[in-house]
Each structure stands twice: as structure tokens, then as C-alpha cells.
């Protein structure tokens, strides 16, 4: 059940229920914290068992978004929605052009973007109805698919652990077990083709493994469960999150772990195994912010350009996390932890204080 202690008690601002019987829709936003910025985050549409579960997973969703984009040094705070609704049977024009009204009574203090169960065609519905609202198709001033973004990220990360691990940044001859052959899958593999690495790959699609191998064609095909296994530089999960785990953890034959996947740890406890394995756990949830960054420049105007500057910026934060875990000796997840929070902290420190109206420094631009 909701309260106000649970609402406090990992620090969100504000959360936000919306229904509308005309149309079937029940939504619910929390907005985790907006010192940075608007808070921003998807929108994902899940039958869920109870309306407990569904708060559940937006506030835990929307703390996360709050770190992703401190950490990635967007001027963004984070936040989520969730729509109680079987997407097979429950999604309408009315009811996402019904939450995009909602959304716009918001005043900008959250924007959405697709997520689980959210297409181009669902968000373009609520487009109609606000602008608090990214990763809309390239014809309306959207960036288009997050996927390639998100693949570069995965890959600078990749190529400053290995900095830290094999002391220079080239991948080429390094062996990567690459775990999804999906859109973040086959991007990231081209960019290690190209860089000279070997990549064995798994998938449960076969359709997708054909598509993969075509792109990356010396690709070496394994099993499902025997990614766990392959003798590799690298392990990069782009499938599901919590591979790292009780069951994993001891068959990993990496020196590096590093993917697009959330939550690649099934547990913290895991992210000290790896330290204590003096395997590199990457940020996951740094190293998979190009999406992110992707979408958060469309307010400003789109470019391939600045996506592609700001993304790259993921190679020298991941340098400086590994250098706050050794400096600190604390694993790696709770180094990322530290310089998002300590960010966080800093700049509210500085609108501590009033500095009369400043809205004329920024002519033509709508201040956020
Ligand atoms: P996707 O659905 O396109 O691809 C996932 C692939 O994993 C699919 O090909 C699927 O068949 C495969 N898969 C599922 N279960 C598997 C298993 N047990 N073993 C092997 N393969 C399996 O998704 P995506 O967009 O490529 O995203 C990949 C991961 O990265 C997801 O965890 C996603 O949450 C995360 N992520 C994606 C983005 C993005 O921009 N797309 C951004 C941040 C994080």
C-alpha cells in the first residue's frame, strides 16, 4: 500500500496517479528527484498482479533514472510512469492521447519516452496531446532509434576498461562473449568487427542470429547457456538483466564485464564478487546511457553530431569511476553510486541561494 513514508523513504519528490474510465487508463508517475532538471524517463504499459506492484516498480524505476542521468552529466533528474494495462488488449488512441493531457498538467516537471511495451505509434499519440514527451519518430524533430547510441556507449565503456585492464584502449584481438543478438546486440557487434575483436554471440532468436552473423561474419555461434563459459576478455550482457549471479558468477572467465543490459547484478553482493574475482564490472547503468543521452538533446534540436560528442563522453566517466573505486577501494557500482550523488549534492548546493529572476540569460530559449 501507498504512504508518504514510502515515498520519503528513498528520497522521491512526488508521485502522481491518473485515471480516466473513459478510456481505461490508470497511471502512475514518480518523480524521483529534480535537482538536475526535469525528470525524465519512460513510460512502460505492464499487466501487473496488484496496484502495490505497480508502485513498487515505479519508484525503484524512477531512482534509477535519477542516477542514469546524474552520473551521464545530463541536466535531467529522473522519474518513470507506469500504465496498469495488458498491452495486447488495453492500448487506445484515447487512452495514450488521455495520458499525454495528464502528462501536460505535469507543466514539464516529468517528460516521458517509450519504454517496456511502448512503441513509436503510442508515443506519437501522446505527442498529439504534449511536448513533454522524447523519442518521437525523426520526421517530427526526434532522434529515431536509440539502439546505435546506445551500442556506442556500450563500446567506449568497453574500450576504457580495457584501458584500465589491458592497458590500451584498442579492442583488436580481444575475444568478447556477447550474450542478445537484438538492436543493441547487432550495433555493438559491427563496432567490434570493425575494431579487429572476435565475438562469439548467443541469442535465443534465430532470426536474429542470422542478422547478427551477417553484419559480423566471424561470428562463432554458441549456446545459450554456454556463454557462461567462453573462455573471453569480455562478457557483455545485451539480453536480459541479473546474469551476474550465484548460478554465473564462478564460470566467468572474463576480465572485464561490459553491456547494455539493466541490473546486470542479480544482487550488490555480486558486483563484490566480481571486485574480489579482479573482474571489471563497467557501469552498467552508465555505459548504457546513449539512448539516453540520444533523446535528451531533443529539445534543443537533434544532430547525429551532439548525440554522437555527448555519447563518447561515456569513455573518461567510466576512467574516472574506476578511479574513484580504486581510490576509495569500493566496488565499482557503488563508485558510480558516489560521483552521481555527489553531483546530485553539488548542485543543489548552488541554488541554495536566490540570484534574482535569471530567465533573460537564456533569449528564446524555454529555461527548464
Ligand atoms: P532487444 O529486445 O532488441 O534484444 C534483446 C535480444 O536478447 C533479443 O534478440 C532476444 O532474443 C535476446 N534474448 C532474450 N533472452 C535471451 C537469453 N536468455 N539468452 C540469449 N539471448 C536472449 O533489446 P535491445 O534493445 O537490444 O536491448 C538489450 C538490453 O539492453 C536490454 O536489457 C535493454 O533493457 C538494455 N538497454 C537497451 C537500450 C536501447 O537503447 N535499446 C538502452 C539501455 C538499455
Same mark, same amino acid.
Request: a negative charge.
Given at each position: 500500500?501507498?504512504?508518504?513514508?514510502?515515498?520519503?523513504?528513498?528520497?522521491?519528490?512526488?508521485?502522481?496517479?491518473?485515471?480516466?474510465?473513459?478510456?481505461?487508463?490508470?497511471?502512475?508517475?514518480?518523480?524521483?528527484?529534480?535537482?538536475?532538471?526535469?525528470?525524465?524517463?519512460?513510460?512502460?504499459?505492464?499487466?501487473?498482479?496488484?496496484?502495490?506492484?505497480?508502485?513498487?516498480?515505479?519508484?525503484?524505476?524512477?531512482?534509477?533514472?535519477?542516477?542514469?542521468?546524474?552520473?551521464?552529466?545530463?541536466?535531467?533528474?529522473?522519474?518513470?510512469?507506469?500504465?496498469?494495462?495488458?498491452?495486447?488488449?488495453?492500448?487506445?488512441?484515447?487512452?495514450?492521447?488521455?495520458?499525454?493531457?495528464?502528462?501536460? #498538467?505535469? /507543466?514539464?516537471?516529468?517528460? =516521458? *519516452?517509450?519504454? !517496456?511495451?511502448? @512503441?513509436? +505509434?503510442?508515443?506519437?499519440?501522446?505527442?498529439?496531446?504534449?511536448?513533454?514527451?522524447?523519442?518521437?519518430?525523426?520526421?517530427?524533430?526526434? #532522434?529515431? /532509434?536509440?539502439?546505435?547510441? =546506445? *551500442?556506442?556507449? !556500450?563500446?567506449? @565503456?568497453? +574500450?576504457?576498461?580495457?584501458?584500465?585492464?589491458?592497458?590500451?584502449?584498442?579492442?583488436?584481438?580481444?575475444?568478447?562473449?556477447?550474450?542478445?543478438?537484438?538492436?543493441?546486440?547487432?550495433?555493438?557487434?559491427?563496432?567490434?568487427?570493425?575494431?579487429?575483436?572476435?565475438?562469439?554471440?548467443?541469442?535465443?532468436?534465430?532470426?536474429?542470429?542470422?542478422?547478427?552473423?551477417?553484419?559480423?561474419?566471424?561470428?562463432?555461434?554458441?549456446?545459450?547457456?554456454?556463454?557462461?563459459?567462453?573462455?573471453?576478455?569480455?562478457?557483455?550482457?545485451?539480453?536480459?538483466?541479473?546474469?551476474?549471479?550465484?548460478?554465473?558468477?564462478?564460470?566467468?572467465?572474463?576480465?572485464?564485464?561490459?553491456?547494455?543490459?539493466?541490473?546486470?547484478?542479480?544482487?550488490?553482493?555480486?558486483?563484490?564478487?566480481?571486485?574480489?574475482?579482479?573482474?571489471?564490472?563497467?557501469?552498467?547503468?552508465?555505459?548504457?546511457?546513449?539512448?539516453?543521452?540520444?533523446?535528451?538533446?531533443?529539445?534543443?534540436?537533434?544532430?547525429?553530431?551532439?548525440?554522437?560528442?555527448?555519447?563518447?563522453?561515456?569513455?573518461?566517466?567510466?576512467?574516472?569511476?574506476?578511479?574513484?573505486?580504486?581510490?576509495?577501494?569500493?566496488?565499482?557500482?557503488?563508485?558510480?553510486?558516489?560521483?552521481?550523488?555527489?553531483?546530485?549534492?553539488?548542485?543543489?548546493?548552488?541554488?541554495?541561494?536566490?540570484?534574482?529572476?535569471?530567465?533573460?540569460?537564456?533569449?528564446?530559449?524555454?529555461?527548464?
Amino acid at each position: 500500500m501507498f504512504t508518504f513514508e514510502r515515498l520519503y523513504a528513498e528520497g522521491h519528490e512526488e508521485i502522481v496517479f491518473f485515471s480516466d474510465t473513459t478510456c481505461n487508463l490508470k497511471a502512475i508517475i514518480a518523480i524521483h528527484n529534480t535537482v538536475l532538471g526535469p525528470a525524465l524517463g519512460g513510460t512502460r504499459m505492464w499487466p501487473y498482479g496488484s496496484e502495490d506492484e505497480a508502485i513498487e516498480d515505479v519508484l525503484r524505476l524512477s531512482k534509477g533514472m535519477t542516477y542514469k542521468a546524474a552520473v551521464s552529466g545530463l541536466n535531467l533528474g529522473g522519474g518513470k510512469a507506469v500504465i496498469i494495462g495488458d498491452p495486447k488488449k488495453d492500448k487506445s488512441e484515447a487512452l495514450f492521447r488521455s495520458y499525454g493531457r495528464y502528462l501536460e #498538467s505535469l /507543466n514539464g516537471r516529468y517528460i =516521458t *519516452a517509450e519504454d !517496456v511495451n511502448i @512503441g513509436v +505509434e503510442d508515443i506519437e499519440h501522446v505527442f498529439t496531446e504534449t511536448t513533454n514527451v522524447v523519442g518521437v519518430a525523426k520526421m517530427h524533430g526526434g #532522434s529515431g /532509434n536509440p539502439s546505435p547510441y =546506445t *551500442a556506442r556507449g !556500450v563500446y567506449r @565503456g568497453m +574500450e576504457a576498461a580495457a584501458v584500465k585492464v589491458f592497458g590500451e584502449r584498442s579492442l583488436k584481438d580481444k575475444t568478447v562473449s556477447l550474450q542478445g543478438a537484438g538492436s543493441v546486440g547487432r550495433f555493438l557487434g559491427e563496432l567490434l568487427y570493425e575494431s579487429g575483436a572476435k565475438v562469439f554471440v548467443t541469442d535465443i532468436n534465430e532470426t536474429n542470429i542470422e542478422k547478427f552473423k551477417s553484419l559480423v561474419p566471424n561470428a562463432e555461434v554458441v549456446g545459450i547457456d554456454d556463454i557462461y563459459d567462453v573462455d573471453a576478455d569480455i562478457y557483455a550482457p545485451c539480453a536480459l538483466g541479473a546474469t551476474v549471479n550465484d548460478k554465473t558468477i564462478d564460470r566467468l572467465k572474463c576480465k572485464i564485464v561490459c553491456g547494455a543490459a539493466n541490473n546486470q547484478l542479480a544482487e550488490w553482493r555480486h558486483g563484490d564478487i566480481l571486485k574480489e574475482k579482479n573482474i571489471l564490472y563497467a557501469p552498467d547503468y552508465l555505459i548504457n546511457a546513449g539512448g539516453l543521452m540520444n533523446v535528451s538533446i531533443e529539445f534543443e534540436g537533434w544532430s547525429d553530431t551532439k548525440a554522437t560528442r555527448m555519447v563518447d563522453t561515456i569513455f573518461d566517466t567510466t576512467l574516472k569511476i574506476f578511479k574513484i573505486s580504486d581510490e576509495q577501494n569500493i566496488p565499482v557500482y557503488k563508485a558510480t553510486d558516489v560521483l552521481a550523488e555527489s553531483r546530485i549534492e553539488s548542485i543543489r548546493k548552488i541554488q541554495a541561494r536566490y540570484l534574482g529572476d535569471t530567465s533573460h540569460r537564456f533569449p528564446g530559449r524555454k529555461k527548464r
